[in-house]
Nanobody, 117 residues
Framework: QVQLVESGGGLVQAGGSLRLSCSFSGRDVRSIYFMAWYREAPGNEREQVSSLTTGGFANYADSVKGRFTISRDNAKDTVYLQMNNLKPEDTSIYFC??????????WGQGTQVTVSA
C-alpha cells in the first residue's frame, strides 16, 4: 500500500508559477518505479501531464513541455511538479499517481489549480 498526499495547488494569475508536491508513505514505497501527475478539468477526461521513472526518465505532455518540470526528492519520498508560465487552460484538479511492482496503481486525492486570465 502507498498513501499519497498532494499539496501546493491554488489560485494564480496567468504567467505565474506553482509547485505541486506529492508525498508518499506506506509499506510499498520502496517498490515505486513510476510516478506521474495527471489533471482533470470539468467535462474533460483525466490526462497525464508528466511522468518520471525511478531511472530518471521524464516525459511531458506537449501542452506543458518547456513550462512544467517533474522531479523527485528521494530523501523526502516526494515528487514535485514545478509549473511555470501558467495559462488559464492549465486550470484543473491535479492528481499524483504512483505504480509499484506488481502493477498496482495508487492515487492521491487531488489538488485544485486555478489560473486566472
Amino acid at each position: 500500500q502507498v498513501q499519497l498526499v498532494e499539496s501546493g495547488g491554488g489560485l494564480v494569475q496567468a504567467g505565474g508559477s506553482l509547485r505541486l508536491s506529492c508525498s508518499f508513505s506506506g509499506r510499498d514505497v520502496r517498490s515505486i518505479y513510476f510516478m506521474a501527475w495527471y489533471r482533470e478539468a470539468p467535462g474533460n477526461e483525466r490526462e497525464q501531464v508528466s511522468s518520471l521513472t525511478t531511472g530518471g526518465f521524464a516525459n511531458y505532455a506537449d501542452s506543458v513541455k518547456g513550462r512544467f518540470t517533474i522531479s523527485r526528492d528521494n530523501a523526502k519520498d516526494t515528487v514535485y511538479l514545478q509549473m511555470n508560465n501558467l495559462k488559464p487552460e492549465d486550470t484543473s484538479i491535479y492528481f499524483c499517481s504512483v505504480v509499484v511492482y506488481g502493477a498496482r496503481t495508487f492515487w492521491g486525492q487531488g489538488t485544485q489549480v486555478t489560473v486566472s486570465a
